[in-house]
């Protein structure tokens, strides 16, 4: 054999009763059609975190400083739980925006657009591609500083709601996928 060759084994792996699910358990599971194909599979930035969590956090830093030095006066020794509280508030949003950014997934497959997220209870909002009336690319002033930005997907029924990818990275090239996928779901090929 020669060194530029590569050698395979076989490895055996007992997956236990663990990994099997049942029929019904795993019915509720598929999210793909048949002939269906994931074309693109991806996360929020991590940056999605602080950016929905800065006005809470701006909030509670203001409110902070502001009720440390007015109620210092007022209740002195009181006062002292408040800047320690307004750090654990923040922590805790911190913690929640990190569970909602770590349970999103944005999916596009070559029939539809999907976004399932949900910390407890799972949402799955889809639009069909054939269907989908229009989509935008959304850059506000803090996301183009972050180089991430908001896809905006529009089904073509007046009661569908809006699909919207939040805070992607790439958020450009991800924008063409999305329409170059629209465009081939639109026109048949």
Same mark, same amino acid.
Not at 23 to 48: G, R
Not at 172 to 178: L, Q, R
């Given at each position: 054999m020669s060194g530029d060759e590569l050698r395979f084994e076989t490895v055996p792996v007992d997956v236990g009763p663990a990994a099997a699910l049942d029929?019904?358990? +795993?019915?509720?599971?598929? &999210? &793909?059609?048949?002939?269906?194909?994931?074309?693109?599979?991806?996360?929020?930035?991590?940056?999605?975190v602080p950016i929905v969590s800065i006005r809470f956090v701006a909030t509670v830093a203001i409110l902070a400083v502001l009720g440390d030095t007015v109620l210092r006066e007022q209740i002195g020794s009181a006062a002292d739980y408040i800047i320690p509280l307004a750090v654990l508030a923040v922590v805790l949003r911190l913690g929640v925006a990190s569970l909602q950014w770590a349970s999103r997934v944005y999916l596009l497959t070559n029939r539809r657009v999907m976004r399932l +997220?949900?910390?407890?209870? %799972?949402?799955v909002t889809e639009c069909m591609l054939a269907r989908v009336s229009r989509a935008n690319l959304e850059l506000g002033v803090l996301q183009r500083l &972050?180089? %991430?930005?908001?896809i905006h997907i529009a089904g073509a029924d007046d009661d569908a709601?809006? &699909?919207?990818w939040e805070h992607v990275a790439g958020a450009?090239?991800?924008? +063409?996928?999305?329409v170059r996928a629209i465009r081939r779901a639109q026109s048949g090929k």
């Open positions: 029929e019904p358990v +795993a019915t509720p599971l598929k &999210l &793909l059609d048949q002939n269906e194909i994931v074309e693109l599979s991806i996360k929020p930035s991590p940056w999605f +997220a949900g910390v407890v209870n %799972v949402r &972050l180089r %991430v930005g908001s709601q809006t &699909l919207v450009g090239e991800t924008y +063409a996928k999305v």
